[in-house]
């Protein structure tokens, strides 16, 4: 058996996929900055205000970290930690908290998402794109609904939008 053309294939695949290694070793990402997460932030109080609203938002970066969190004065006390748990949830799921409230419906496959700690399933929390790629989300708690809320997130993404496209 001749070991000469295995030798030849086998230094072939190792030139091949070495470089390919090498690619995965760093990792680069977008991220929000504090001046335009804060502007989300704001855009999004605005909203809500205009409504008629007193809410609380938060903006977190890609990994569900706060970057933001801002407070109407007459908001509830509970709406800071829910705001940040509705965008905490939606970064780390990469949907919004509408979409995984209908998802994890008792009874259905995904339902026990409601059971880990620090999610909140209730509508409010929508992640943040640019070029494909989740930068960051927002949440928003306080108004009369989580239909309400989302509303008011949407006019801060939307507000931001064409600074998004980088």
Not at 120 to 128: A, D, E, K, R, S
Request: proline share 4%.
């Amino acid at each position: 058996m001749n070991v000469r053309p295995l030798s030849v294939a086998a230094a072939l695949l190792i030139a091949f996929i070495n470089p390919i290694w090498a690619e995965e070793a760093l990792v680069a990402y977008k991220s929000l900055s504090p001046e335009l997460a804060l502007d989300l932030a704001r855009a999004a109080l605005d909203s809500c205000r205009t409504r008629g609203y007193q809410v609380a938002v938060a903006v977190v970066d890609r990994f569900g970290v706060t970057q933001v969190m801002l407070r109407d004065r007459f908001a509830g006390a509970h709406t800071p930690s829910t705001a940040s748990g509705k965008a905490w949830t939606a970064a780390s799921f990469k949907a919004s908290t509408s979409e995984l409230n209908a998802l994890s419906q008792p009874g259905m496959m995904q339902s026990g998402i409601r059971n880990l700690p620090g999610t909140v399933i209730i509508g409010g929390g929508l992640v943040v794109e640019a070029g494909g790629s989740l930068v960051g989300a927002v949440g928003v708690s306080g108004a009369p609904g989580g239909d309400a809320d989302e509303a008011c997130a949407k006019a801060g993404i939307e507000a931001i939008r064409d600074k998004l496209e980088f």
